[in-house]
């Protein structure tokens, strides 16, 4: 949900640094794509059990948290040095995708942690 707002924040957001954004769009997009793929996999049950799938969720989580974070990073960094260039409406959008990029990281990295503990236990 996190990852769609922060799609959706930095697409409505008229775009003053095409390559910063660029990156926060692509990992926006990728990681929610893989996670709804890998949640409706695991809804049609197409892991049977197998600790092989416990194993790819963990590194898709692990990758998904590396992206994540570097994209608010990123997007926060280009806030701070374009706060006089942007219109109020701008920042404060790019503000709440920074916000939503840092939850949607600790969502992904509880995830992880919570991965690896089943991965450890199977």
Known sequence: IFGGLVWILVASSKVPSPSLQGWVMFVSVFCFVMSTTLLCLYICGAHGGSSSWVTLDVICQETAALFY????VLEA???????????????????AAVV??????LMYVIHKVYSLLRWKAS
């Open 69 to 72: 974070l570097s994209a608010a």
């Open 77 to 95: 960094y280009f806030n701070t040095l374009s706060t006089t260039h942007l219109v109020m409406t701008i920042y404060q959008e790019n503000i």
């Open 100 to 105: 939503f990029a840092f939850l949607a990281t």
